[in-house]
């Protein structure tokens, strides 16, 4: 099993574009969600997913969109990306029921 | 709402020294107890947990025990090695809800 996949690894943006963060999981968990990671601040909830169709927001989703089409994928789009994006943002996974969540390497996003 | 509180870092140690990171909680009800390490460049991995008041986690030498009356669940290793450079997060999860993740404390070990 490969995990829980992200990409980009790295990806510079200028105020205003837009992009999307890919998230993918083999694991057939039923929960996905998005962390972002600033210093001093530990891990902030984004948006997160009880199953495929099922979205909901985390504490810090202003300026991000989620959705849900399939059990594998959780894209996480930021619509015009803004200065206080940037961050580390992390995907992960858990199965219904279970507490350990999975995390994938991280996507470093510096927006200018 | 539920809150994870631990010591600011970084914390600096030599090779061998003891560890103990501190952290406490707040919660509605009873939560699973969580550490969590991230080296440099990776994503978090699950270090130790604890599911219930007294449950000891352990993993790698480092040990953690979940203690309800003083609502804490403090990271402890008897011998670091440098190795263990990392970030760690305590984190908590209460049933219906997601994971409440503490600021992180970096630890240094030097050689």
């Known amino acids: 099993n490969a995990g829980v996949t992200q990409t980009p690894k790295f990806q510079v943006l200028k105020t205003g574009q837009s992009m999307t963060l890919q998230c993918a999981q083999d694991?057939?968990?039923?929960?996905m969600s998005w962390y972002r990671q600033d210093p001093g601040m530990g891990l902030r909830l984004i948006h997160y997913?009880?199953?495929?169709?099922?979205?909901d927001q985390g504490e810090v989703p202003n300026g991000y969109n989620v959705s849900r089409s399939t059990t594998e994928d959780f894209p996480l789009r930021l619509l015009s990306a803004a200065p206080s994006q940037t961050s580390v943002y992390f995907c992960?996974?858990?199965?219904?029921?279970?507490?350990?969540?999975?995390f994938g390497p991280g996507t470093r996003l510096l927006v200018l | 709402g539920d809150s994870v509180t631990q010591m600011e870092g970084p914390v600096t140690l030599s090779e061998e020294a003891c560890l103990t990171i501190?952290?406490?909680?707040?919660?509605?009800?009873?939560?699973?107890l969580f550490w969590y390490v991230q080296y440099p460049g990776e994503g978090l991995q699950l270090l130790l947990k604890?599911?219930?008041?007294?449950d000891k986690g352990s993993n790698k030498g480092f040990e953690a025990t979940y203690r309800k009356e003083t609502t804490s669940f403090h990271l402890e290793k008897g011998s670091v090695q440098v190795s263990d450079s990392a970030v760690y997060f305590c984190?908590?999860?209460?049933?219906?809800?997601?994971?409440?993740f503490g600021g992180g404390t970096r630890l240094m070990v030097k050689p």
């Open positions: 992960a996974s858990r199965e219904q029921g279970r507490e350990t969540q999975y």
């Open positions: 694991m057939n968990h039923e929960y």
């Open positions: 997913s009880v199953g495929a169709g099922i979205t």
């Open positions: 501190n952290c406490t909680y707040t919660a509605t009800g009873y939560p699973s």
């Open positions: 604890a599911t219930k008041a007294d």
């Open positions: 984190a908590l999860w209460e049933a219906g809800n997601m994971l409440t």
